[in-house]
């Protein structure tokens, strides 16, 4: 208790030596509480876009690399386009540098016991495609974003798809088969041996576990059955795929991609091309929309980071100075004091205890201060970021996939919400004390090796 007591009558005895110790404390936490704050909002804003938002990837055909291998195209037997099959695009999906992607798969299907909703009438038509194959009277798919926009939904006593082999049906087409939940219903289709042209009838046998009402525009194209959207027959995209084999063709394949953070496109390239992309096809990705985004914050937070270490640094020099030219004045007080019986522990728990107590005072102003210009300071350095991002990523809005799939117009930052959080606040409470206390042990240090007698007779 004496010891706390004399902690704090010497900082009322020693006041312009305390308030300059004061003023730099004071100027660090302050400082450390808005850097800490910007830093942490700027992480967790960072982590949400990129868990919202994905880097979409392009695949298409490098038209200059392919006419100057292979010329202009002229005559029947001229060189066809490189493209992307359908089982490239499933392959694809699986990588590691994938944070989503939208696969969209369809295959038009026919069957000997069902009717499609509009089949025969004078505006439909069944349309041959060649030899013996005739197009398919329904189209079934894995589209199910027509339910998240409300367009379509499940009626009572059916529900979503959960498994392989399972599937919805449109109210329409269900009442013109008769058709209810649980039934399970036939359909077939031919798949194309890429090697040899042969062909295979696939069967799919699914059982029936919803029936949707449709408010969707009734045809998307020619009317004919097969375009007919109540003829859509919803599935799993395993389903789709466990049909075909290796070297098989016949599903209609629409992937989009979406890499976890634009750096990953070089990586990803090479192990798709490894799995079988043509050497004519170009890689790309629309880096420039993402960093549009997410750049203005990582930069934000690379000036608070930065500025918060220099801030450290020199801030603990300065203390560890003045912390060592204070004991320095106070050689005398010490002798004294240690000439009178006190141990060396308890002259440095005395003088810690001062630091400590200065560093309370600071924090608790420091805190109230930093928190109310962090966010000020914060739109201020962003604005800067934002306006260096525009300029270097000069162009039209900034398209970005978005979670579940597709793409939204994502407006870049202009400003963030700086929160003072309690993990900041412990981390900024820690980083006070741990000043303090190498100020002090550095101070301590260099007084406590000197004798008392010494001392004493250096004072006279």
């Known amino acids: 208790m004496y010891i706390l007591k004399n902690a704090l009558q010497n900082i009322g005895r020693n006041k312009g030596r305390n308030i300059l110790i004061g003023i730099i404390l004071f100027a660090v936490i302050a400082?450390?509480?808005?850097?800490?704050?910007?830093n942490t909002t700027a992480e967790s804003i960072i982590n949400d876009?990129?868990?919202?938002?994905?880097?979409?990837?392009?695949?298409?055909?490098?038209?200059?690399?392919?006419?100057?291998?292979?010329?202009?195209?002229?005559?029947?037997?001229?060189?066809?386009?490189?493209?992307?099959s359908a089982q490239q695009s499933i392959v694809f999906a699986d990588s590691e540098y994938i944070k989503e992607y939208v696969m969209h798969i369809s295959k038009d299907v026919t069957s000997d016991d069902l009717v499609g909703v509009d089949e025969g009438s004078s505006g439909s038509m069944m349309a041959p495609v060649g030899g013996d194959v005739t197009l398919g009277k329904f189209m079934l798919m894995n589209q199910f974003s027509d339910f998240d926009e409300g367009q379509r939904v499940v009626s009572d006593g059916g529900r979503m798809v959960e498994h392989d082999n399972e599937c919805l049906i449109s109210e329409e087409f269900a009442a013109l088969n008769n058709l209810s939940v649980n039934d399970v219903i036939d359909v077939y289709a031919d798949m194309t041996n890429t090697g040899d042209g042969t062909k295979r009838t696939v069967q799919y046998t699914l059982t029936i576990v919803g029936i949707y009402y449709d408010f969707t525009q009734e045809y998307s194209g020619v009317q004919m059955s097969l375009s007919n959207r109540r003829n859509e027959i919803l599935t799993t995209t395993e389903t789709l795929v466990s049909s075909m084999n290796a070297n098989e063709s016949g599903l209609s394949v629409n992937a989009t991609y979406f890499l976890k953070e634009p750096s990953m496109l070089e990586d990803f390239e090479a192990e798709i091309r490894e799995k079988g992309l043509d050497d004519y096809m170009a890689v790309s990705t629309d880096e420039s929309s993402y960093n549009k985004i997410v750049s203005p914050v990582e930069g934000l937070k690379k000036i608070a980071v930065t500025f918060l270490i220099v801030v450290l640094i020199l801030g603990a020099l300065i203390l560890i100075l003045l912390s060592t030219i204070a004991m320095r004045e106070r050689k005398y007080e010490i002798g004294v004091l240690r000439a009178m019986g006190m141990k060396k522990g308890k002259v440095a728990l005395g003088m810690l205890s001062e630091m400590?107590?200065?560093?309370?005072?600071?924090?608790?102003?420091?805190?109230?201060?930093?928190?109310?210009?962090?966010?000020?300071?914060a739109n201020a350095l962003l604005s800067q970021q934002v306006e260096a991002a525009e300029s270097a990523n000069a162009g039209g809005p900034v398209?970005?996939?978005?979670?579940?799939?597709?793409?939204?117009?994502?407006?870049?930052?202009?400003?963030?919400?700086?929160?003072?959080?309690?993990d900041t606040i412990m981390q900024i409470i820690g980083i006070s004390l741990l000043l303090a206390t190498l100020a002090s042990v550095a101070g301590i240090s260099f007084i406590t090796k000197y004798e008392p007698i010494k001392i004493l007779m250096e004072r006279n």
């Open 49 to 84: 876009y990129k868990s919202r938002f994905g880097s979409q990837v392009n695949i298409s055909v490098d038209i200059e690399k392919f006419l100057e291998i292979n010329g202009p195209p002229s005559g029947v037997g001229a060189m066809a386009l490189p493209r992307v």
């Open 356 to 377: 400590l107590i200065l560093t309370v005072i600071c924090l608790v102003i420091g805190l109230g201060v930093g928190a109310a210009t962090a966010q000020p300071v």
């Open 31 to 38: 400082t450390t509480v808005v850097t800490l704050m910007i």
């Open 399 to 422: 398209m970005i996939g978005s979670a579940g799939g597709g793409a939204a117009n994502a407006e870049a930052l202009s400003e963030i919400d700086i929160q003072l959080s309690s």
